[in-house]
């Protein structure tokens, strides 16, 4: 009720067009939207009221924003030209290309200051790409005050590409509006849009009215506080909700909408979940709702309550797959798609991943330009953990005709292929090329958290998760943030473990190379006064050897280091007698050989028993067993043969 009644006095100071500070975050934006969609020529008209707060300690002479859309303005943005157009042949049809284009801009009574805007290219100097631009004030903006802007554009969605446009009646309007950057450390960080980069943006409030055509069902960011039918056959909806950094909304009149109501005890959430299901994927609609009850159960749980008043869930229309799997605060989109087997659980997946991204990007607001994995990274390590929860860690993924695949195995598939080029700490933009962003940000990442939780063990890692979400929901946190969270709950140093996993492209694989056993020889040759080598009694005259000593083995292991990664190892060594011994190694040479002298022979050795590294490139060589008989064989490890024959069996047609 609190809430509620923070929020009506929020919604209506907006409506009065004064900010006020509340809510959870710092208001350092507020926005007010109006849109208006034009189907006919793919076209939202817009105007927005926005009131910044210059949260720094000096003054700041001019602004930047993000328009976003230009980024499909042409093939010459550097959008499209990382995204590989310059070498494509084909020609896009007119309406396919995207724009926004600014057409007033003014600070209230004040003269247009649209013609002064400048298109900047901080990232990457292409001076085609008009994805930034400045505009320097009348006056600077003083330390602690705010500004405010009436702009006026016009966006022209692109056939839908990379999170926002049309197919047919669908619209998926996201990047839409002139938004404004993020003043940090002294300087503006705003980012041109990037072939692999999402977006970084400042929390405050946003209020905006949509107007589409009747027939069209509407879904958007935050909670619809009001609606009318108007004379000329279209309808306005207006949204609001604070403590977020972005907007977006969808048109379709081919949507079924349904809403259900998501109430959990400990910890308090009460929020509507609202569906958007496109007519032609209703036999999916059922396990949509099931995953966004398990992703908002699972998140509250072990992160934080999800605080706001609704959740909006989009599926996007047949054709619109590029438009599936994109979150935006309090709204995202889903995978999209009419059928998949009950086993394959692509859409649950998404769903949740999708929906988490409220905590990590959405809550916790980190730049996904500069430091993707501090999202992906983190949400995928949360996707894991949710997914293995409700399903099952053997068959999280796949569970189909026999097959069962869990997802820490198929997000290994992708990074033991991967090359070493890039660390996972980079800027989006700075990788060689899309697979190694995504391998590196979203399952590479992931996987070293779960090295970490294995590290530091599950009631640890869970506190520093919590810990971290507390410590920087609605603020803008680094890599270094996070590592001090890990390493303030831990009490451990894990500055050796983040400085090789995120910094450094280095591979994380140890393996067993050599496992041999066999009976000692007798002695044979001259000793000193006949003695043996050891104990015994010495045999006088012609016969210097000593006596031998049956039934005595030697059993070496040899660990070795394959990769660059240095990580300390546990070998487990089990005899033919079933004594076992637990070795520990550094892990920092290259190899290390462990000798045994005893009456019974080594019968395996398997590095890392517990299954920590979940980094390791190559499971496949961290065992072997003597066979009777026979030279030391690698063992597979069963769980991993398992999956590696179902990946097989699943891939080939
Ligand atoms: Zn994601």
């Not at 993020?182 to 400042?202: I, K, L, P, R, T």
Request: net charge negative; with cysteine.
């Amino acid at each position: 009720m609190r809430r509620t009644a923070v929020r009506c006095l929020l919604v209506a100071s907006v409506l009065a067009g004064s900010v006020l500070e509340g809510g959870l975050a710092k208001a350092i934006v507020s926005y007010d939207l109006k849109a208006r969609l034009r189907p006919e020529i793919r076209t939202v008209e817009g105007s927005e009221t926005l009131t910044w707060l210059n949260d720094s300690g000096g003054p700041v002479p001019e602004l930047r924003f993000h328009l976003y859309l230009n980024a499909f303005r042409n093939n010459r943005s550097t959008f499209m030209v990382e995204r590989g157009a310059l070498a494509s042949k084909s020609v896009r049809p007119a309406e396919d290309w995207g724009s926004i284009e600014v057409k007033s801009l003014r600070v209230p009574g004040g003269k247009d200051l649209a013609s002064t805007l400048e298109f900047i290219h901080p990232d990457d100097g292409n001076t085609d790409d008009r994805t930034v631009a400045r505009v320097l004030l009348p006056t600077p903006v003083p330390p602690g005050g705010r500004v405010t802007l009436e702009i006026e554009f016009v966006s022209r969605l692109p056939k839908v590409i990379a999170r926002s446009g049309y197919v047919g009646e669908f619209y998926l309007v996201g990047q839409w509006f002139p938004k404004i950057g993020v003043f940090q450390n002294g300087a503006w960080n705003c980012h041109q849009y990037h072939g692999n980069s999402e977006f970084y943006a400042d929390y405050g409030l946003f209020k905006a009215e949509l107007t589409v055509p009747a027939q069209y069902v509407v879904g958007a960011t935050g909670k619809r506080v009001a609606e009318r039918a108007n004379a000329d056959g279209t309808k306005t909806y207006t949204h609001y909700q604070d403590d977020i950094h972005d907007f977006a909304w969808t048109a379709c009149p081919d949507f079924r909408e349904f809403h259900e109501f998501f109430v959990l005890e400990d910890p308090k959430v009460e929020t509507e979940m609202i569906f958007l299901v496109h007519r032609a994927h209703l036999g999916i609609k059922d396990r949509y709702v099931r995953s966004l009850r398990q992703g908002i159960e699972f998140y509250s749980r072990n992160y934080g309550a999800y605080p706001y008043p609704t959740i909006t869930l989009v599926d996007p229309a047949p054709g619109a797959v590029s438009a599936g799997g994109m979150e935006y605060p309090t709204f995202f989109t889903a995978d999209s798609t009419s059928y998949m087997p009950a086993g394959v659980r692509m859409p649950e997946m998404v769903t949740i991943h999708e929906f988490g991204h409220n905590y990590w990007y959405g809550m916790v607001g980190s730049n996904e330009f500069e430091e993707a994995w501090l999202d992906e990274g983190i949400n995928t390590y949360s996707e894991i953990k949710a997914m293995d929860r409700y399903y099952g860690a053997d068959r999280s993924m796949i569970d189909w005709g026999g097959l069962r695949i869990g997802e820490i195995a198929y997000q290994r598939l992708s990074v033991i292929g991967s090359g070493r080029f890039d660390p996972i700490l980079k800027s989006s933009w700075g990788f060689i090329g899309p697979s190694s962003y995504s391998l590196n940000v979203y399952a590479k990442a992931g996987l070293m958290l779960l090295t970490l939780e294995k590290m530091l063990g599950e009631p640890v890692m869970a506190k520093v998760m919590r810990t971290y979400f507390e410590t920087w929901k609605f603020r803008h946190p680094t890599s270094r943030d996070f590592i001090r969270v890990a390493q303030d709950v831990s009490g451990r140093d894990l500055g050796w473990f983040f400085g090789q996993a995120l910094e450094s492209p280095d591979k994380l694989d140890y393996g067993i190379s050599d496992l041999r056993t066999y009976e000692i020889a007798p002695p044979d040759g001259l000793f000193e006064g006949g003695k043996p080598l050891s104990g015994g009694e010495a045999r006088p005259g012609a016969d210097p050897k000593p006596p031998r000593a049956p039934g005595l083995f030697r059993s070496e292991v040899t660990v070795a280091r394959y990769g660059e990664m240095i990580f300390p190892q546990e070998i487990l060594v089990t005899f033919e007698n079933g004594d076992k011994v637990r070795e520990f190694w550094d892990g920092r040479d290259r190899w290390k050989r462990f000798v045994y002298d005893q009456g019974s022979r080594v019968r395996s050795a398997e590095i890392d028993p517990e299954g920590r590294m979940m980094l390791d490139v190559n499971s496949l060589n961290n065992s072997r067993v003597i066979d009777a008989g026979g030279p030391a064989a690698m063992k597979f490890g069963a769980g991993l043969l398992k999956w590696f024959q179902g990946l097989l069996s699943f891939i080939a047609p």
